[in-house]
C-alpha cells in the first residue's frame, strides 16, 4: 500500500512538472516573443535570440521543481549521470542520417512531382550558416532535453511500457508547441484550415517518430548526448526550409511515421536475439 502511495505521489509530481514546463514556455513565447515582435520591433536576429530563450522552459522547469522531483540526488550529480555512459558513434551517425533523410526525402518527392528545383526549398533566412547553427543547438537541443530526456523520459519508462512511454512523451512534446500554432496563424498569417490541421497531425506524427529514434538509440547508449544529436540534425534542417506547403507535411508525416516503425523493429528484433540494451 504504501508502495503504491509513493508511486502515486511521483506520478503527480510529474505531471506538475510537465504543466509548469508548458506554463512557462506559453508565457515566454507571448511575454518576451510578443514583446519582441510587436512593441520593440526588434531585428529579425533578436527575435530568434528571444525564441532560443524560450525553449529553455523544460529546463527551466526542471530546475525549479529539482528538489521535488530528485530529492535523492543534487544537480550536479544528476548532469553527470546523464551524460555519463559511452557514446556509441555507429547509432549517432544511423540516428542523424535517418533523421537528414526523413525530413528531405519529402522535398525530392516535391521536387520531381512539381517540377521545382530542389534548391529553392532552402534559405539560409538572412543570418550566416555558424549563427544558424548556433541558434538551432542553443535552442530545442541544449535547453529542452534535460528536462525532456533526461527526467521525463525515465518517468515515463517506469509507468509505461516502450512504446506507451515514447507515445506519450512525443504527444506531451508536440503540443507543447501548440502555442506557437496559434502564434503563427494569427501573427505570421499562416494558412488555416485543413493545411492546419495537416501540419498538427504532422508535428505529432514526426515528433513521436523523433521519441522513438531517440528512446531506441537511448536504450543503447544512455546519454543525453544522444538525444541533444538527433534533436539538432532535425532542427538544422527544419529551420533551413522555405516554400514549404501543407503537402510537405503530409509527405514528412509518412516517411517519418516509416522511419519510427523500422527503428522499433530494430529495437524488438534486437531483444530478440537475447543481446543486452
Known sequence: ??????????????????????????????ALGGSAALV????????????????????????IMFKKLRPETNLKDFVKTVFSQKLRLDLMLVSGVAVVLSS?????????????SFTSFFSLKGYSL????????????????????????????????????????????????????????????????????????SNVVVLTSLVMMMNVVMKRSNNLLNAIWIHLCYNVIFYHLTNITHVYFGWLTLVYAITGALFLVYHYGYFSRGRPV
Not at 515514447?166 to 493545411?195: R, Y
Open 1 to 30: 500500500m504504501a508502495t503504491n502511495t509513493i508511486q502515486t505521489k511521483k506520478m503527480d509530481v510529474m505531471w506538475k512538472y510537465v504543466i509548469l514546463a508548458y506554463l512557462l514556455f506559453w508565457f515566454m513565447v507571448m
Open 130 to 201: 555558424p549563427v544558424t547553427l548556433l541558434l538551432c543547438l542553443f535552442a530545442g537541443p541544449l535547453g529542452e532535453e534535460l528536462g525532456w530526456r533526461g527526467y521525463l523520459r525515465v518517468e515515463l519508462d517506469k509507468k509505461y511500457s516502450f512504446i506507451q512511454a515514447s507515445i506519450v512523451a512525443g504527444v506531451i512534446w508536440a503540443f507543447w508547441h501548440a502555442i506557437l500554432w496559434f502564434v503563427g496563424v494569427a501573427f505570421e498569417g499562416d494558412a488555416v484550415g485543413w493545411p492546419l490541421v495537416v501540419y498538427i497531425i
Open 40 to 63: 520593440f520591433n526588434a531585428p529579425p536576429v533578436a527575435q530568434r535570440t528571444v525564441q532560443a530563450f524560450c525553449a529553455w522552459a523544460p529546463t527551466f522547469a526542471f530546475l
Open 104 to 116: 528531405i526525402l519529402p522535398l525530392l518527392i516535391l521536387s520531381l512531382s512539381g517540377g521545382q
